[in-house]
């Protein structure tokens, strides 16, 4: 704003005008105190202000993260078993020995003849307070090679993507278990031992072995889908065994070799919501509220 | 000392005295208020035709001016922003559905005297003109801007600026006599 008019801009007359309102407005009388009560206001404006910013900043928090637990909760769970609705899954994130019925409850245990046994898991770096991305595996195998430092497992069946020879470090983290047990010490492993391992792989480094687990195979739960298995109205509860050398369980159309039984229908008993096993022994039948359970000792 | 501290707005500081030189040098927001407050206060007082009013806005202005003085000290003299927020504070002001006036033909509040003090009759007269009408003539005649300044303080246009400062000034004849402002002939 340039201010002054030039001196052409007014005439003598608007001087009477300009003196009369300098003269209204000298009225006015000082006011002494308008320090103290401007900066009083202003220091009210400013606390204000920030009550307000500091107001919607949590607001805006609260929405964000009621964002995000509302997606979290909607989502689905990418966790669990591959593929087949039939295997037995426990899949949280967690390196602790593993259950007596299942060797490694973090991961989905791969059992033989269920396809896609075998599991992979990404998970967050955040998650386990690492740095980058942080690869899950868990399969069964036979190990193909082993030393002080290393072991290699032929996966059977393969893993997901194909891949049926694994080679982890084994670090004075990899626990070992036998049979659910965990051992103080590294058992002796043997070329054809059939093992579980959970392998480690930090943001495409080398893979470590988080576990091995020997005897894997035993026990082992399948979980028989409701539609295969015939609920008679006596209670009693017939599975299909197929012939060979094992238990032949048939769950969801694929074929679970399993113990020594004959050839026919395995017929079983409800008593009290577990069933045992009535015909060809070593097998036994857990009915729950999420199926059947089948337990092969063979 | 200038007696009118808003002449000072635009005047070199060679032109001051240093006791004026001293609100141009020290230009923290305090030695502004007390330098300048009244000037503003008494603006606002022309324009509101209220005293309590007026210092109640010059202070909100202020206030307002407050929290970012140092970036409007930094590009240069501050009293015409300063001006500029407490013309738009009176507006805004004016604006508001409800502002606790009560209306009356007779301006409550004026300076004190006999009733045919010439300040007095040009305080009932003033009450009796539009608020642009009054902007204008506050602003042209009293803060001294330019009609091309007046208008962009208003935003308005500066023929608007012209038929209102024309229209305000027949009016303050018609109310106290031909000796107020300019003749007609003058006027034009």
């Known amino acids: 704003m340039s201010g002054f008019p030039a001196p052409h801009d007014l005439s003598p007359s608007d001087d009477a005008l300009r003196q009369r309102l300098g003269s209204l407005a000298a009225s006015v009388p000082h006011a002494p105190d308008r320090v103290a009560q401007v900066t009083m206001r202003a220091r009210r404006r400013r606390h204000h202000q920030v009550a307000v910013r500091s107001g919607a900043a949590v607001a805006c928090a609260a929405a964000v993260v009621g964002g995000l637990l509302f997606v979290r909760s909607v989502q689905p769970s990418s966790d669990g078993a591959v593929g087949a609705a039939t295997a037995t899954t426990a899949t949280t994130a967690t390196t602790e020995a593993p259950s007596a019925a299942v060797d490694c409850p973090d991961l989905p245990v791969p059992l033989p003849g269920v396809a896609a046994e075998a599991s992979t898991k990404v998970r967050d770096a955040a998650d386990a307070g690492d740095a980058g991305t942080v690869t899950q595996l868990k399969t069964i195998g036979t190990v193909t090679a082993v030393d002080d430092a290393s072991l290699t497992v032929s996966a059977d069946p393969p893993l997901p993507d194909g891949t049926t020879s694994i080679t982890a470090a084994i670090t004075d983290a990899t626990a070992f278990y036998d049979n659910g047990t965990m051992l103080a010490e590294r058992p002796a492993l043997a070329i054809g031992d059939r093992v579980v391992v959970g392998v480690e792989t930090l943001d495409g480094g080398e893979p470590t072995l988080e576990f091995v687990s020997l005897h894997a195979d035993d026990p082992r739960l399948v979980k028989v889908a409701d539609d295969e298995v015939v609920k008679a109205a006596d209670g009693s509860v017939s599975i299909h065994v197929g012939g060979g050398t094992g238990v032949d369980i048939d769950v969801d159309g694929t074929t679970v070799a399993g113990g020594a039984n004959g050839e026919g229908s395995l017929a079983v008993k409800v008593g009290d919501g577990k069933v045992t096993c009535v015909a060809g022994g070593g097998v036994s039948v857990q009915v729950g509220p999420d199926g059947v359970v089948v337990e092969t000792k063979g | ?188």
Not at chain 2, 54 to 77: F, H, P, Y
Not at chain 2, 113 to 125: E, M, S, T, V
Not at chain 2, 126 to 151: C, H, I, P
């Open chain 2, 1 to 188: 000392m200038i007696s009118d501290p808003t002449a000072t707005a635009d005047l070199e500081p060679a032109d001051l005295e240093p006791a004026d030189l001293d609100v141009h040098v020290d230009l923290g927001f305090e030695a502004f208020v007390r330098a300048r407050g009244d000037a503003l206060c008494r603006m606002a007082f022309l324009l509101l035709g209220d005293r309590h009013l007026a210092e109640d806005m010059t202070q909100t202005a202020l206030a307002k001016v407050a929290g970012r003085w140092d970036r409007i000290v930094a590009n240069g003299d501050p009293m015409p922003y300063v001006r500029t927020v407490l013309l738009r504070t009176v507006i805004a002001w004016r604006r508001r559905r409800w502002h606790g006036e009560i209306p009356t033909d007779v301006v409550p509040d004026g300076p004190t005297g006999p009733i045919d003090d010439p300040r007095h009759q040009l305080h009932r007269a003033l009450g009796q003109l539009t608020a642009r009408q009054r902007a204008v003539l506050v602003l042209r005649f009293y803060e001294d801007l330019s009609e091309a300044d007046t208008a962009r303080l208003l935003g308005c246009s500066v023929g608007t600026v012209k038929s209102q400062s024309a229209k305000a000034r027949a009016r303050l004849r018609e109310l106290l006599g031909p000796d107020i402002t300019l003749d007609p002939e003058e006027e034009r």
